[in-house]
């Protein structure tokens, strides 16, 4: 895959995921919580997401890694993808994605 074709789809892939994330029910995440960016292998096996929140930034990534699987399946359902990737998520400002 091109690097500009897997730029795209990062892309989409965060839009989505920032879609999915908004829509979610936990009460335990904060109000606003951003896919900042999406980094994925050139397989597709695994992605790597940068979020960002107002708050609770550690609580929150924690939430959404035990939440993978679900975030995955809606990513499927919202992104035609020839693998859905394994996501994995961090903290604006810890580890980089």
Same mark, same amino acid.
């Given at each position: 895959?091109?690097?500009?074709?897997?730029?795209? +789809?990062?892309?989409?892939? $965060?839009?989505?995921?920032? &879609?999915?994330?908004? =829509?979610?029910? =936990? *009460?335990? +995440? *904060?109000?606003?919580?951003?896919? &900042?960016?999406?980094?994925?292998? *050139? =397989?597709?096996?695994?992605?790597?997401?940068?979020?960002?929140?107002? %708050?609770?930034?550690? %609580?929150?990534? %924690?939430? +959404?890694?035990?939440?993978?699987?679900?975030?995955?399946?809606?990513?499927?359902?919202?992104? &035609?993808?020839?693998?859905? *990737?394994?996501?994995? #998520? #961090? $903290?604006?400002?810890?580890?980089? $994605?």
């Amino acid at each position: 895959m091109s690097s500009k074709s897997l730029l795209r +789809l990062e892309l989409r892939v $965060a839009r989505a995921l920032n &879609e999915i994330i908004h =829509d979610m029910k =936990d *009460p335990r +995440l *904060p109000i606003i919580v951003t896919v &900042e960016r999406v980094r994925l292998s *050139p =397989d597709l096996s695994r992605g790597r997401v940068l979020i960002s929140s107002l %708050e609770r930034d550690v %609580e929150t990534v %924690e939430i +959404l890694n035990h939440a993978h699987h679900y975030l995955q399946e809606e990513l499927a359902r919202s992104v &035609e993808l020839r693998r859905i *990737p394994r996501l994995s #998520f #961090f $903290a604006k400002g810890g580890e980089q $994605a």
